[in-house]
């Protein structure tokens, strides 16, 4: 126990005296839940648009003051030929243009139908697509709100209701993703690399020849990275809540337990790696390519699996971070509790200890 | 007794089958300082790694401390000290934290056997709170041994411990070898330079992964048969030239400043050797009696 003890000191020693190793720990994390919260976001906020409004009549007043009221759109001027629409189109400043024809409210009163015309950019589809929808939501309740006095024969209401997440905000899907890659980094990659960082400088040669055992040496090496990560989990959590104003709407103890099993995934996953490779670089590739790619891509967090090609879809059940991503998903943003996840709990505990049993098996006692 | 042993000891290493050892067999009695000896490449650090338990041997047996290093690996782990030939200590911890590491991971303290590391860790005791890889070379392999020594083991492997340190440092670092051995420490060391090979109980002198000869460095240096002087001239370049050119002379080869001269125990004669050279123009000539060394003895080796 002593010597366990020596071996956990050390390694503390090895974390807080390297600062790229301390960078890495706690330096990206904080950058990464910041950038993905804030900047790196699918929302369109502050859409710049221009108004053409020949009507200027009761009805066009208030929809665009609804347009301005709502946080979606900056109007950027008012705009009296369509040719100086094409031109701001072209300078590419603006994502829409508004055209109210003369007359608006008039026809909307006496023939019961007026026109107004959108046109978007559609050089990035999705923001055209979402801009429309936006506006079209804003001229819809307008006109709702018209009705309400009147009594119409026949109408379909569509009421839509978006669970779990009713304003859509991307931060809800971002930071579970993030937690995901955090994790896989700071777990996988470091521990992989200050395990084969001794073979290379040559102090495991010394290591294998005292009385520790292998496994001591193993699971010393991973301590401290359990409890680094640990510190992660919740600096994540805490700034997604303080500054992203992200709810956990589940058990804070259930998601602190999942995350730790899936750290003790990672964990077991680093350790496989440094045994099976030999220099630092090595294990660098390997984590990168082989972990953080897949964590990036195959794990639903950036894009929705659902949608892949069914080789990609297969691949990804090896990806940890998939499950975990489901998990948190469920438990963070659903409020779900342990019946709903036990399926994908089982299936991360059981990485583990193929990682681990795998690594034990072939740890060398000896060089070569 | 042995307390090392090695039998017909092979190591072959990867799919080129190259042989780093062949069929090496030597003992090492208990209190014994001894040396293998030899040029980069001639299998030192192989052998040290099989009989650290950290190499398997293709071929071939030995035991340390009557136990088989194949077998018993563990015991052996626990009874011995190994010094890699690279400096293999942290370079990120002190010098104190890394001996308090070293000591515990063997399950013992710095307090319970500083009589043993005493007198060198007083040398290196003033920068116990730099860093490992701040320390000077030689002040590296003190600590080294140091970490090495701490858990008072029964063998002790030094792989070429005076390798990269000054001569100053070399020599006080044979001198606590000395002082180890008189603790019954048996040690055994691994070194390029000839000349530390007198300072070893008895040598192997080892080339190309066999051992050439196995003896005292005295009985080794006794055993030349051959006259051996050290001679110098003007132009040293046409005396080596010159001495090589005649077929009587059995070897002839730079020494430091001088140029040895061997010549065997029934041909030629020294004076012959000298009127050929002043017929050969050479000039301010310096012909004196020379004594052997283990290198000599060691160019000898690998002529024949």
């Not at chain 2, 017909?8 to 780093?20: Q, S």
């Not at chain 2, 240096?221 to 001495?243: C, E, H, Q, S, W």
């Amino acid at each position: 126990m002593k010597q366990f003890l020596a071996f956990v000191r050390k390694e503390f020693y090895h974390v807080f005296r390297d600062r790229r190793t301390l960078f890495i720990l706690f330096g990206m994390p904080v950058a990464q839940i910041l950038m993905f919260g804030f900047a790196l976001t699918n929302e369109v906020k502050d859409s710049k648009i221009v108004i053409m409004d020949q009507s200027q009549d009761r009805a066009t007043q208030q929809i665009i003051s609804k347009i301005e009221a709502s946080h979606y759109f900056k109007i950027q001027q008012n705009i009296v030929s369509p040719k100086q629409i094409e031109e701001e189109f072209k300078k590419g400043k603006i994502k829409m243009a508004l055209i109210f024809p003369s007359n608006f409210y008039n026809d909307l009163m006496h023939l019961h139908t007026a026109e107004v015309q959108v046109i978007a950019d559609a050089s990035d589809p999705n923001v055209a697509t979402t801009v429309t929808n936006y506006i079209s939501a804003i001229i819809l309740e307008y006109q709702h709100n018209l009705n309400l006095n009147l009594n119409l024969p026949y109408r379909i209401s569509t009421e839509i209701r978006m669970l779990y997440n009713p304003q859509q905000k991307s931060v809800h899907s971002m930071v579970p993703g993030v937690m995901a890659l955090v994790l896989m980094l700071v777990c996988v990659m470091m521990t992989a690399i200050s395990i084969v960082k001794e073979k290379e400088t040559g102090t495991m040669e010394v290591l294998l020849v005292s009385p520790l055992r292998p496994m001591l040496i193993i699971l010393a090496k991973a301590i401290p990275y359990l409890l680094l990560s640990f510190i992660n989990i919740l600096t994540i959590l805490v700034l997604s809540v303080a500054l992203l104003g992200l709810p956990i709407n589940g058990s804070i103890l259930l998601l602190i337990a999942v995350s730790t099993l899936y750290i003790i995934a990672c964990l077991s996953l680093g350790i496989l790696i440094s045994i099976k490779t030999s220099t630092q670089q090595d294990a660098m590739t390997i984590s990168l390519m082989g972990m953080l790619l897949p964590t990036v891509m195959l794990s639903g967090f950036m894009f929705p699996i659902e949608n892949m090609p069914v080789v990609l879809q297969v691949i990804s059940n090896i990806v940890p971070a998939k499950w975990f991503n489901i998990i948190i998903k469920a438990v963070m943003i659903k409020g779900l509790g342990f019946g709903a996840i036990w399926k994908e709990v089982l299936i991360l505990t059981g990485m583990t200890i193929f990682f681990l049993v795998v690594s034990l098996k072939s740890f060398k006692i000896r060089l070569a | 007794m042995d307390v090392v042993s090695a039998h017909n000891l092979t190591k072959i290493y990867g799919k080129d089958k190259v042989t780093a050892v062949n069929g090496v067999s030597f003992t090492v009695s208990k209190g014994e300082i001894f040396g293998l000896i030899g040029p980069d490449g001639a299998g030192k650090t192989s052998i040290f790694r099989m009989l650290t338990t950290l190499l398997l041997p293709e071929n071939g047996t030995a035991t340390v401390g009557g136990l088989d290093i194949q077998r018993d690996y563990k015991q052996i782990r626990k009874q011995i000290g190994y010094m890699p030939g690279r400096f293999s200590l942290y370079t990120d911890l002190t010098v104190e934290e890394n001996l308090n590491f070293f000591a515990t991971v063997f399950g013992t303290t710095v307090k319970e056997n500083y009589d043993l590391i005493k007198d060198i860790y007083i040398q290196i005791e003033p920068f116990k709170k730099r860093k490992a890889g701040k320390l000077s070379g030689g002040m590296k392999q003190k600590l080294a041994l140091c970490c090495a020594l701490i858990h008072k083991p029964d063998v002790l492997f030094l792989d070429e411990p005076t390798t990269g340190v000054d001569p100053v440092s070399r020599k006080e670092f044979w001198e606590m070898l000395k002082r180890l051995k008189t603790q019954g420490i048996t040690i055994l060391v691994s070194t390029p330079y000839m000349d530390e090979a007198v300072l070893c109980d008895r040598i192997a002198l080892m080339q190309k992964g066999t051992i050439l000869s196995i003896n005292t460095p005295q009985a080794i240096i006794n055993k030349l048969p051959d006259r051996l002087f050290a001679v110098k001239a003007g132009n040293m370049y046409d005396l080596l030239r010159t001495l090589q050119r005649n077929t009587n002379i059995s070897g002839s080869y730079s020494f430091g400043e001088y140029v040895h001269v061997v010549l065997s125990p029934s041909g030629i004669s020294p004076e012959d050797v000298q009127s050929y050279l002043q017929q050969q123009g050479l000039t301010e000539i310096e012909w004196k009696k020379a004594t052997v060394t283990v290198e000599d003895c060691f160019i000898k080796l690998l002529r024949e």
